[in-house]
């Protein structure tokens, strides 16, 4: 039974029911404590009863922070995360609370970062928003409905399809070899990369330990898809591995993800291959490699593809190509 009192000014709301929590609440108005106070025992009624206390006193920005301490550090890109979602928490929208934050506040958001933000970045910051509301609704008691799924996502764009003609990796490589104060890892991950089609963060995790170079293989212990692989590696990138220095910590190129971005993208400035991506790379060395492996089985092995309409988006043949072996 609900209890209506005025207290400091206020009215307060009282609801006890047997088997439920005890909800009170206070109101600028008698009516407006009588409302909440039908709504509730009605909820308790129907079955569709929530303690709302968490989400009323938990803001978004509150909840972020206890997700970038407790839940990010334990993910592979936890770093990146963490930096991304520390970001998003100086937004206005982060001070509601989370029974307060609503699909139109994170429309606003969306909105926002459009002026200056791709699709691709949007749609992984509302992945990221989503899957930390989702983590606080099942592990925190934060008991709200989820407000991005109820947002219309930027149309993702299409796949890049930028791949490296003969001519301008010989650009490339010129540019990056060694020279001044030029990173001498540079030009040899580059060459593995298009070699072997190994995605950034595989190449720059790679140990010595984990290369045979009398077979021809690396071993990936751990890749993006969570999964183990071996990539055979061709003669070209034998040849580049066995002239490279040995590193005293192991790591076949023993350089940070931020310095490498900075590097190459100085190298695609003076090899005059402006838009470059590293990843392009990896674009490039899958289309290569489709040439010799003809069985798609073969080449997702080596690519590390697991979904063959990803690979799909690496493959980009030429259509003078396909015409002649068509006949």
Not at 167 to 173: H, I, N
């Amino acid at each position: 039974m609900a209890s209506i009192r005025q207290r400091n000014g206020r009215w307060q709301a009282r609801v006890r029911r047997q088997g439920f929590p005890v909800e009170t609440k206070s109101f600028t108005s008698k009516a407006e404590a009588e409302r909440w106070a039908r709504s509730m025992e009605t909820e308790m009624d129907r079955g569709a009863y929530c303690n709302r206390s968490v989400a009323e006193s938990m803001t978004l920005g509150d909840l972020l922070k206890k997700y970038t301490e407790e839940v990010s550090p334990n993910k592979r890109g936890g770093k990146e995360e963490v930096i991304r979602l520390n970001a998003m928490r100086r937004h206005r929208m982060c001070q509601l609370s989370m029974a307060n934050l609503t699909s139109k506040a994170v429309a606003e958001y969306r909105d926002e970062r459009q002026k200056t933000c791709g699709p691709n970045t949007i749609i992984r910051d509302l992945a990221m928003l989503s899957s930390a509301i989702n983590h606080a609704r099942k592990e925190w008691g934060v008991m709200v409905v989820n407000p991005v799924a109820l947002v219309r996502k930027p149309a993702t764009p299409q796949g890049r399809d930028r791949v490296l003609d003969d001519e301008e990796e010989t650009r490339l490589v010129a540019a990056l070899a060694p020279q001044g104060r030029r990173n001498i890892y540079m030009r040899p991950l580059a060459i593995v990369a298009l070699e072997s089609a190994m995605r950034r963060g595989e190449l720059l995790a790679l140990r010595w330990q984990d290369v045979d170079l009398h077979r021809r293989v690396a071993f990936l212990p751990l890749t993006k898809n969570g999964r183990a692989r071996t990539v055979p590696l061709s003669l070209r990138a034998i040849a580049i591995l066995e002239a490279m220095p040995r590193s005293i910590g192991g790591q076949v190129f023993p350089i940070t993800s931020a310095a490498m971005e900075a590097a190459f993208k100085k190298a695609t400035k003076r090899a005059g291959l402006h838009g470059l991506h590293f990843h392009d790379l990896r674009h490039t060395a899958t289309t290569r490699l489709a040439t010799k492996l003809d069985n798609v089985l073969e080449l997702s092995a080596v690519t590390g593809h697991t979904d063959l309409r990803m690979l799909k988006r690496y493959y980009h043949p030429k259509a003078e190509d396909l015409a002649r072996k068509i006949g």
